[in-house]
């Protein structure tokens, strides 16, 4: 009965990692995509942004 029980573990455990990895790719794409809408609806500002950030590498 012991083997039984371990056998089912182990599936159990594979089954939890792939719903975590699926959830944690998911939330990455979906964060990927917020920010591309975001950055296309802000790119004046972001560009602005980064250029003073470089301006500001180079004065230094």
Known sequence: ???????????????IKVKFLYIFFNS???IRVNFTI?????K???TNY???Y????IRR
């Open 1 to 15: 009965m012991g083997e039984v029980e371990e056998s089912r573990e182990i599936p159990l455990q594979n089954v």
């Open 28 to 30: 990455l794409f979906q």
């Open 38 to 42: 975001y950055a296309s609806r802000n």
């Open 44 to 46: 004046k500002v972001i």
């Open 50 to 52: 980064y250029s003073c």
């Open 54 to 57: 470089k301006i500001n590498k």
